[in-house]
């Protein structure tokens, strides 16, 4: 099939389609049943833990992995054998493991991957990865040379080269230590501002809950999909956390009838959980019965379940579903 | 085919031989090794020897050296990127399988060929030099000579094919090593049986094997590309 034959995706269409990808090795199953769209200039998050798929779900669409079922467009080309050299024209892929020739210096490296892309000005490409990187100044260094972090820092720079429409990070950060993660995290932020399409792997969720426009959790299956706000509401009721200086002598009398509070729990002593269905609407009732019945308010809180308790929440329920 | 992507690889791999000097040494030393043998044995023939040695083609015992050269170098070809995990990232990119296969291959002949050629010139030059001037015009001649050009790249070729397929079925370099030298080494047999005068030297036998080579060489290439699977290297598991 000639390349020539894919002209630039419509505008509007996804960047990334799947619809029930899956991929078995003999009789394990590495993930199955995966559907989404991604749009151009996303950033998408793709958490799961260890085993989860991940990692191969990248592979499979990145052409290096045949799936066994489902299909997907990649930059808006099917994914078929036939079309693994133009879809990897069209994407770049920085694996887990940096992969650098390390007897090689920065820029030799960038060579080899800018001819492998056929990248024209590959000279100017080069130059412009490596600042956007901020690794202009150690471009003549040996990658043996250089720290963990400076080497992940080499390998995004190499999947920069080929200017893709998406670009597959596959657990960025693992391994580095905070600033070194930091840097990356700021890359990956200047990447989205420039509009480039992110599909990012990872298990740090306050990684994923910073970066990404929305995320997918995947545990084989893919167990849910949206903006981390929006996973945080379908998964958890929202509550107000009451503190008082003593305990309240009636608290059912203060908390029942007061508007948008569906009900209450003691929580400690002198501590109240509220479920609420309007935070806006409840705090200030709230407040005021609290005031009216004379009780000293220390505090009134809007509880906040972090993607961390999303992630926790549905991997724990996988975890009770395959121990029935 | 991409020329840009082939010269990539070949030239990736040329600065890895040349920042790593132990590679192109220890692909040196086995032929230095077999260079002793003969010269011992030639350095050692009387003049009155020569007469005997007509029907016999003792300089292409060497040939044996284009076919082991090779073998360390290609088993590494793909399984040592493999366990460097520099195999992903170049997979990932749009390069072809035989693109990637030539750049290997010809970065693995080039060195070859030319550290056969250069031992092969110190030989001729010991030769020349120390051996009964009677035995040196006797083993020098015109027919060897050619053949010993013509035969090295082929023989290093098929060596190289032979080594990668290994390589790209394995999972450990030490057991490609292993293995491509052992599979390197009947290629050599023949050559020192026809040195040897065991099996008869003929123009016709020369043609021969030469066209049986290039033909087993732009086949090695084509199998290699037609099997080489992303999936297995990648996941350890065949697609």
Redesign the interface.
């Known amino acids: 099939m000639s390349s020539d034959r894919w002209s630039a995706p419509e505008r509007g269409s996804p960047a990334l389609s799947v619809h029930r990808l899956g991929k078995r ?2 009789d394990r199953v590495a993930f199955q049943d995966v559907s989404f769209e991604i749009g151009y200039g996303e950033v998408f998050g793709f958490l799961g833990p260890n085993g989860a798929g991940k990692t ?1 779900t990248v ?1 499979t669409l ?1 052409t ?3 799936p066994t079922s489902g299909s997907a467009t990649v930059a808006g080309i099917p994914l078929t054998p036939e079309n693994g ?2 879809i ?2 069209r994407i ?2 920085m ?1 887990e ?8 210096s920065v820029t ?1 490296n960038l ?3 800018a ?4 990248a024209p000005d590959a000279t100017d490409r080069i130059g412009g990865a490596l600042r956007a990187v901020n690794l202009a100044d150690r471009a003549h260094d040996t990658c043996g040379t250089l720290s963990k972090g400076l080497r992940q820092r080499v ?1 995004l720079a ?1 999947a920069l080269l ?1 200017d893709p429409e998406v670009l597959f990070l596959d657990e960025p950060t693992t391994g580095l230590d905070p600033v070194a993660a930091r840097d990356v995290h700021e890359l990956i932020d200047e990447l989205r501002q420039r509009g480039v399409t992110i599909f990012l792997t990872t298990h740090r969720l306050e990684e994923a809950e910073r970066l990404c426009d929305r995320v997918a959790i995947l545990n084989t299956t893919l167990r849910t999909i949206g903006r981390p706000d929006e996973l945080r509401e379908q998964l958890f009721a929202k509550t107000l956390t009451v503190r008082t200086l003593a305990p309240l002598p009636e608290p059912g009398g203060v908390f029942a009838g007061l508007p948008a509070v569906d009900g209450w729990r003691q929580d400690g002593p002198a501590t109240y959980v509220l479920a609420v269905s309007e935070s806006a609407v409840a705090a200030p009732a709230v407040t005021r019965a609290l005031v009216a019945a004379g009780a000293d308010v220390l505090s009134i809180s809007e509880s906040y379940h972090s993607l961390e308790d999303v992630y926790l929440e549905l991997i724990d329920q996988d975890n009770e579903a395959s121990r029935r | 085919m991409s020329k840009r992507r082939v010269r990539a690889i070949f030239r990736k791999e040329l600065r890895e031989y040349r920042r790593n000097g132990f590679i192109v040494l220890t692909m040196a030393v086995i032929p230095l090794i077999f260079l002793i043998q003969p010269l011992v044995v030639v350095f050692a023939l009387p003049a009155s020897a020569a007469a005997g040695l007509s029907n016999e083609h003792l300089l292409l015992y060497m040939l044996g050296i284009p076919a082991i050269v090779p073998a360390s170098v290609a088993a590494y070809a793909v399984v040592g990127e493999r366990q460097q995990s520099t195999l992903e990232p170049v997979l990932t990119t749009p390069i072809r399988r035989e693109e990637f296969l030539l750049g290997k291959a010809l970065a693995a002949l080039v060195p070859s060929v030319a550290i056969a050629y250069a031992v092969y010139a110190l030989f001729l030059a010991c030769v020349e030099l120390f051996a009964a001037p009677a035995v040196a015009s006797t083993l020098i001649r015109g027919p060897d000579l050619l053949a010993q050009l013509l035969f090295t790249p082929l023989l290093a070729g098929w060596s190289i094919w032979v080594g990668i397929a290994i390589s790209a079925r394995s999972s450990d370099f030490r057991v490609a090593q292993q293995l491509g030298t052992l599979v390197s080494l009947p290629s050599a047999v023949v050559a020192a049986l026809i040195a040897f005068n065991v099996i008869h030297a003929t123009l016709g036998l020369a043609l021969g094997l030469a066209a049986a080579l290039l033909l087993l060489d732009g086949l090695g290439w084509r199998i290699m590309s037609a099997t080489f699977d992303r999936e297995r290297l990648i996941t350890g598991t065949r697609s």
């Open positions: 090795f003999s191969t592979r990145g290096l992995i045949a050299v133009e990897r024209r770049s892929i694996p493991s940096p992969g650098l020739f390390l007897r090689l030799e060579e080899c991957f001819d492998l892309y056929e390998a190499r080929s």
